[in-house]
């Protein structure tokens, strides 16, 4: 099925450091989305961005859909053990009422201490 | 309770066998959806319920593929002579409407086809 193009696909950082990840497109969206996916655990819902052009933050996190509204970015700055995980991206529609999520691969973040 | 739930957690079975995956969606959420995350990879859409129909089955990767709701709260995913390909994390998710609420996921079912 359609996927989103994420990446990095995996990164590997020391504690404290700045993370950037990103999601690219051929569809356009009406929102954006980020979620964390823990291991055992289902996604849970960071940020989302209903605007092209909006930038959010959410403590540490910051992130902005893109003014095509074909892309976004996730920034984690100070980065610290808990960040650990899976991050995905994922692009929502609204198609006769019902919203459809389509998400990227993920971007599996390993924080070395 | 106060989340999604979903049982079993794991699920391990020969294949050929028939499984039957449940999902307890929150409390008052009128939409629920069924993902399939295979390793290593996203959440591919299975199914979209709204209340106890169904208008979008597009995602079932084929007619081994089956799921209900009933009373506009529990549904079960049923996943009919077992392939090795079918081995995923099946999610749930709920939302409170079908517009666009956030959807809240469940902790998933392993499931393993040997």
């Known amino acids: 099925g359609q996927q989103l193009n994420q990446s990095p696909q995996s990164m590997f950082i020391q504690e404290g450091e700045d993370v950037s990840m990103n999601c690219t497109s051929s569809?356009?969206?009406?929102?954006w989305l980020w979620y964390k996916q823990d291991p055992g655990e289902g996604p849970v819902l960071l940020i989302a961005l209903y605007k092209a052009g909006e930038l959010t933050s959410n403590g540490r996190l910051t992130a902005q859909f893109g003014i095509t509204r074909k892309d976004s970015f996730l920034n984690i700055s100070a980065s610290i053990p808990s960040d650990v995980g899976i991050y995905f991206c994922a692009g929502r529609t609204l198609i006769q009422g019902a919203q459809k999520l389509v998400f990227g691969q993920g971007t599996r973040l390993t924080i070395n201490p | 309770g106060a989340g999604v739930s979903q049982s079993p957690s794991n699920k391990v079975t020969e294949k050929g066998k028939d499984v039957e995956l449940r999902c307890d969606p929150i409390s008052g959420h009128t939409a629920l959806y069924w993902y399939r995350q295979s390793l290593g990879q996203g959440l591919e859409f299975l199914i979209y319920?709204?209340?106890?129909?169904?208008?979008?089955k597009s995602g079932l990767p084929s007619d081994r593929f089956s799921a209900e709701r009933t009373g506009g709260s529990v549904s079960t995913l049923t996943i009919q002579r077992t392939q090795q390909e079918d081995s995923a994390v099946y999610l749930c998710?709920?939302?409170?409407?079908?517009?666009?609420?956030?959807?809240?996921f469940g902790p998933g079912t392993r499931l393993t086809v040997l």
């Open positions: 569809s356009i969206f009406n929102t």
């Open positions: 319920f709204q209340g106890n129909s169904a208008p979008d």
């Open positions: 998710a709920s939302s409170l409407g079908s517009g666009g609420g956030t959807q809240y």
